[in-house]
């Protein structure tokens, strides 16, 4: 008898970010994105400077976490230019105790202001695909104090 297979459903989500000003930023400095939830999980990026190359970090925490965690994914980073021109860059990565991954060599910084600033402004995407997640619970909406018992189950 053949084993019947059920197919494994990813779950994606698609974070775009308009970094303003990164033209003025200082070398050690950073910019972040405001957190994001999708699948019960947060999600965040950032772009910081070192000194002639731009990175990115792509941070995840669940919304709540257990004790033990793990969030197996792929991510692809893109940077979209003035022309429409973008570069791309993919890697899988584990989130558990480190909740970031880091593309800290991604783009020269020359090339950034030449090829990839609009108004002094860049726009980041990042597609998550998540593979596999252990250790994450629903966050409750609800909690019943006692003095609501009679009226809740």
Request: hydrophobic content about 35%.
């Amino acid at each position: 008898m053949k084993k019947r297979m059920v197919p494994q459903f990813k779950k994606e989500a698609e974070l775009k970010h308009v970094f303003k000003n990164v033209i003025s930023l200082r070398v050690g400095a950073n910019l972040p994105s405001k957190w994001e939830e999708r699948f019960n999980v947060k999600w965040k990026f950032d772009v910081r400077r070192y000194n002639n190359l731009l990175g990115f970090h792509v941070y995840c925490e669940p919304v709540a976490p257990t004790k033990k965690w793990l969030i197996r994914t792929k991510i692809q980073l893109k940077v979209v230019g003035r022309n429409k021109d973008h570069i791309t860059v993919a890697e899988e990565f584990c989130y558990e105790d480190n909740n970031q991954l880091a593309f800290d060599d991604f783009l020269e910084y020359e090339n950034m202001e030449k090829d990839y600033l609009v108004n002094g402004d860049l726009i980041v995407e990042a597609k998550v695909t998540i593979i596999e997640t252990t250790g994450l619970k629903k966050e409750k909406i609800r909690k019943f104090a006692e003095s609501k018992k009679d009226v809740s189950d």
